[in-house]
């Protein structure tokens, strides 16, 4: 290849090379119009004067020459002659002149207009890509007869340097390495091919300079760390030795399964002994009514209401069995003639592990005998009331050895769906000690307690029955239960 058909330019970023088009297009006054394009003028003269350009076929467009715009707008994605550009990719295109030439918008507007009900297309347009600042610097080559360089159509990209708001530098193509150089094919009689390669010029950073890079960097990260620390604080309420903090964020997702319309769900929570919660604490609540819609084969009321309970565990006596707190809940309907009906009742023991729980509790209601009751609801509404939400599983009050229920009738009605987000915190789970093991046990009681309902009274019966063989045992006389008596 002839000498003068090689080159190589070292070029900076934003660094102007002019072509032999523009050195002939803004040597002429009467083709300057715009300020930049006077500031080329003055820019070629001075480098006529200084011996000329150094660089024939390699050249450059800044992010300000008018190449840039009409690059990024002319650009295609496939390779099909018939291309229609998409919105998307008009949009993309645009994304950096449009970020330029858009006003500042003032904060008092912002706080005025959160919503815009009635957007115009060319707000839609303008919001819908995501604009982020770019920086574009195209290297040129002119890979033209020598002697014939300056015409448009011989103009190929070597490559695309792009810099966005965020910092990212993109190179495409890459720097040549070892994959060896590009080609470029052109079209024409002689089908000429072109070789060139990109490389990475620029110094290498000194050990001191990186390391003073990476102490700004951290103590940039340590700054915004305390900055951090500064806005959550770093110190936490702790609760004091033996006792249990949970917090419960629930929410009553829905209610299905029901006979009328117009749901509204009132709930209420027991706490146990040893378990106490703050004065400011509300333990009750009542959902807003809710009409109902068809889901498949049932009516769905979707509540969505949220609750917070924050409960406090005192550990007194480790030989007692530990209860978990209860959420008794009704289910109530009420229509447009202010009437109301008890729709079901129902109970939920809180999860005792922390997490995420989705719970779905079937309910039932009271109901009598005969139609005269089923028409007195239907009409006049009103049915038969628990006095004691608590009678749902066994009563506080209650304080004999065994509930009896038989007579009391009920009919099985729909389900209410809880979604509860539960967090324990105590400072037993900091300790390496036996304070640790200590509240784990009882954690491990309280959870086999919520797992299994009923565990309290099955450990009472079991106890009553171990009592009473042991009385047995007793009074049986001893030579029947002596070793030698069982041997023979």
């Known amino acids: 290849r002839p000498p003068q058909d090689e080159e190589e330019a070292e070029v900076g970023w934003q660094e102007k090379l002019?072509?032999?088009?523009?050195?002939?297009l803004y040597l002429n006054e009467s083709a300057c119009q715009t300020p930049l394009d006077w500031q080329y003028h003055e820019e070629i003269r001075k480098l006529e004067k200084a011996g000329g350009r150094k660089?024939?076929?390699i050249f450059?467009?800044?992010?300000?020459d008018r190449f840039t715009n009409l690059e990024e707008l002319c650009q295609k994605v496939t390779d099909s002659d018939h291309e229609v550009p998409s919105y998307l990719a008009e949009r993309m295109a645009n994304v950096r002149r449009r970020r330029q030439d858009r006003r500042p918008v003032e904060p008092s507007s912002l706080k005025l207009k959160i919503i815009t009900w009635k957007p115009s297309e060319e707000f839609i347009k303008n919001n819908h890509v995501i604009n982020t600042p770019v920086q574009t610097m195209y290297i040129m080559g002119d890979l033209g007869p020598y002697g014939k360089l300056g015409h448009r159509e011989y103009e190929h990209v070597l490559c695309t340097i792009k810099v966005d708001g965020n910092g990212v530098i993109t190179v495409k193509p890459d720097f040549t390495g070892t994959k060896g150089p590009y080609r470029i094919e052109l079209d024409g009689e002689k089908r000429e091919v072109w070789e060139y390669s990109i490389e990475n010029a620029s110094a290498q950073v000194q050990p001191e300079e990186e390391e003073r890079e990476q102490r700004m960097?951290?103590?940039?990260?340590?700054?915004?760390?305390?900055?951090?620390?500064?806005?959550?604080?770093s110190e936490f309420e702790m609760p004091l030795p033996g006792t249990l903090r949970l917090f419960?964020?629930?929410?009553?997702?829905?209610?299905?399964?029901?006979?009328?319309?117009?749901?509204?769900?009132h709930f209420f929570l027991e706490l146990p002994n040893q378990w106490s919660s703050p004065p400011f604490q509300q333990l009750s609540g009542v959902t807003q009514t809710c009409t109902t819609k068809k889901v498949g084969w049932e009516k769905v009321a979707y509540f969505c209401y949220p609750f917070?309970?924050?409960?406090?565990?005192t550990l007194e006596d480790e030989d007692s069995l530990p209860q978990w707190p209860v959420l008794y809940f009704e289910v109530l309907s009420l229509d447009f003639w202010q009437r109301y009906r008890v729709e079901g009742y129902g109970s939920l023991v809180?999860?005792?592990?922390?997490?995420a729980h989705m719970l779905t509790i079937p309910t039932w209601r009271p109901v009598e005998l005969g139609t005269v009751a089923e028409m007195r609801r239907f009409f006049i509404g009103g049915s038969p009331e628990l006095e004691d939400l608590t009678y749902v599983r066994v009563p506080s009050t209650f304080k004999g050895k065994c509930l009896s229920r038989f007579g009391f009738r009920t009919e099985t009605t729909g389900s209410v769906t809880f979604r509860l987000y539960c967090l324990q915190q105590s400072k037993a789970f900091l300790e390496s000690s036996a304070l640790r093991q200590r509240m784990q046990s009882v954690l491990d009681r309280l959870g086999g307690f919520s797992?299994?309902?009923?565990?309290?009274?099955v450990l009472e019966a079991f106890q009553r029955a171990r009592r009473r063989m042991q009385e047995a045992r007793e009074s049986l006389p001893q030579d029947l239960i002596s070793p030698s008596a069982s041997s023979m």
């Not at 419960?248 to 769900?265: H, R, T």
């Open 55 to 57: 660089n024939y076929r």
């Open 18 to 24: 002019f072509s032999q088009f523009e050195v002939d």
């Open 350 to 355: 809180l999860p005792a592990s922390p997490g």
């Open 308 to 313: 917070t309970v924050e409960m406090f565990y």
């Open 217 to 233: 960097f951290r103590d940039l990260y340590s700054r915004h760390r305390d900055y951090l620390n500064g806005l959550v604080g």
């Open 248 to 265: 419960v964020n629930g929410e009553i997702v829905s209610a299905q399964g029901y006979e009328y319309d117009n749901l509204y769900v």
């Open 451 to 457: 797992q299994q309902s009923s565990v309290y009274n």
């Open 60 to 64: 450059t467009y800044t992010d300000h």
